[in-house]
T-cell receptor, first 116, second 110 residues
Framework: GAVVSQHPSWVICKSGTSVKIECRSL??????MFWYRQFPKQSLMLMAT?????????EQGVEKDKFLINHASLTLSTLTVTSAHPEDSSFYIC????????????FGPGTRLTVL | SQQGEEDPQALSIQEGENATMNCSYKTSINNLQWYRQNSGRGLVHLIL?????REKHSGRLRVTLDTSKKSSSLLITASRAADTASYFCATDTGFQKLVFGTGTRLLVSP
């Protein structure tokens, strides 16, 4: 149980285009999902907290107009990187927290974004 | 911002040896969690220890927490080559979100 999927697992795009990444909780309902980015050989940095049915909460320094987050249902959150640039190339990982209140976050397998 | 510093940054041991990783953090926490990440993959939750707990075991894993020193350690006993991965501590400060440490890269050689 407690499986989180991400799609796509990797994507290559041209500079200036937008890329959408999906995060799904497959066997549980998640009122809260989190988006992280990870640069090579570095730790995870929280970008934003996504709550179902409300606006995402962004961490300091994260541009909300560049990283659009939508949490339309209890099992799906999406992250759209708008007007992507090479410096946006990174590993993006989502996690989900069950609505039934455990402290554990379940992580997706990550999406490798490369912007040319 | 990064809450936790982990040391060592990298650790190389032989199969069968024990591996110890340490994590220090800065603010009060509700709980501290340890995760494993294989290269280029997502995170696997290993163990959660609450702020009122001092020690927890799960299989070959032993975690300690010292809230007075704001530190935690993860011990992997009788390590295996399959334990090769990066290990991260993450603190939950009570606002649902996790703040990750810098990570320890563990290499277990056969």
């Amino acid at each position: 149980g407690a499986v989180v999927s991400q799609h796509p697992s990797w994507v290559i795009c041209k500079s200036g285009t937008s890329v959408k990444i999906e995060c799904r909780s497959l066997d549980f309902q998640a009122t809260t999902m989190f988006w992280y980015r990870q640069f090579p050989k570095q730790s995870l940095m929280l970008m934003a907290t996504s709550n179902e049915g409300s606006k995402a909460t962004y961490e300091q320094g994260v541009e909300k107009d560049k990283f659009l987050i939508n949490h339309a249902s209890l099992t799906l959150s999406t992250l759209t990187v708008t007007s992507a640039h090479p410096e946006d190339s990174s590993f993006y990982i989502c996690s989900a927290r069950s609505r039934f209140g455990t402290d554990t976050q379940y992580f997706g397998p990550g999406t490798r974004l490369t912007v040319l | 911002s990064q809450q936790g510093e982990e040391d060592p940054q990298a650790l190389s041991i032989q199969e069968g040896e024990n591996a110890t990783m340490n994590c220090s953090y800065k603010t009060s926490i509700n709980n501290l969690q340890w995760y494993r990440q294989n290269s280029g993959r997502g995170l696997v939750h290993l163990i959660l220890i609450r702020s009122n707990e001092r020690e927890k075991h799960s299989g070959r894993l032993r975690v300690t927490l010292d809230t007075s020193k704001k530190s935690s350690s993860l011990l992997i006993t009788a390590s295996r080559a399959a334990d090769t991965a990066s290990y991260f501590c993450a603190t939950d400060t009570g606002f649902q979100k996790l703040v990750f440490g810098t990570g320890t890269r563990l290499l277990v050689s056969p």
